[in-house]
């Protein structure tokens, strides 16, 4: 398959932020839909009910698509589309640790960091909603922990820097999710 400046391509796609969020797409709304499906076979309710539990689906496949088979999708990408192997190899057991936290303002990885955790705190009370808030900030930590404490077993590094900002995006979102919802049902009840 030929794309018109394949070099560009390849860049955007293989090496990019908005390409790995490229790459994660089609399996998160595969998986979405996935969902959809089975659920719309064992209840008769309206589409629309199904569809925020199916969001939260997406974005959980998608979480673990860019966090820990990233390899694994470039490399498959790269055969679908040039029917060869890419030449980068999947590495396993990496057993790289960072304990160390850095205090430096966001950069670019940990904006990334803090964007990628930030739905769960809006998705996840929408998906169980009679979660708490301590219930969705729990999960919320459990999942950031249990990715960063696999992340070396996929060939990535644990990064204590990581959970940091993951955690403050959880807790960010999860306090804006749970504060709304509270003023939201105090203006009703009036």
Not at 18 to 37: D, H, N
Not at 114 to 136: A, E, K, V
Not at 141 to 158: H, T
Request: net charge positive.
């Amino acid at each position: 398959m030929y794309f018109p400046d394949d070099m560009n391509f390849q860049y955007f796609f293989f090496s990019t932020y908005p390409g790995f969020f490229l790459q994660a797409l089609p399996i998160a709304l595969t998986a979405g839909l996935i969902f959809v499906l089975r659920r719309r076979k064992h209840s008769g309710g309206p589409l629309v009910r199904d569809l925020v539990p199916a969001l939260f689906v997406c974005y959980l496949t998608g979480l673990l698509c860019l966090t820990l088979f990233l390899d694994l999708m470039g490399v498959l990408y790269y055969f679908l589309f040039y029917h060869m192997p890419s030449g980068r190899s999947i590495r396993w057991f990496s057993w790289e640790f960072d304990l160390i936290p850095t205090l430096s303002l966001a950069d670019r990885e940990q904006l990334g960091n803090l964007l990628m955790f930030f739905p769960f705190g809006l998705l996840h009370p929408l998906f169980r909603p009679r979660s708490s808030w301590g219930q969705t900030v729990g999960t919320g930590l459990a999942l950031c922990l249990s990715i960063e404490l696999l992340q070396p077993v996929f060939g990535r590094s644990f990064d204590v820097n990581d959970i940091i900002w993951n955690s403050l995006a959880i807790l960010l979102s999860a306090t804006l999710f749970h504060a709304v919802k509270g003023l939201a049902g105090r203006a009703v009840s009036r």
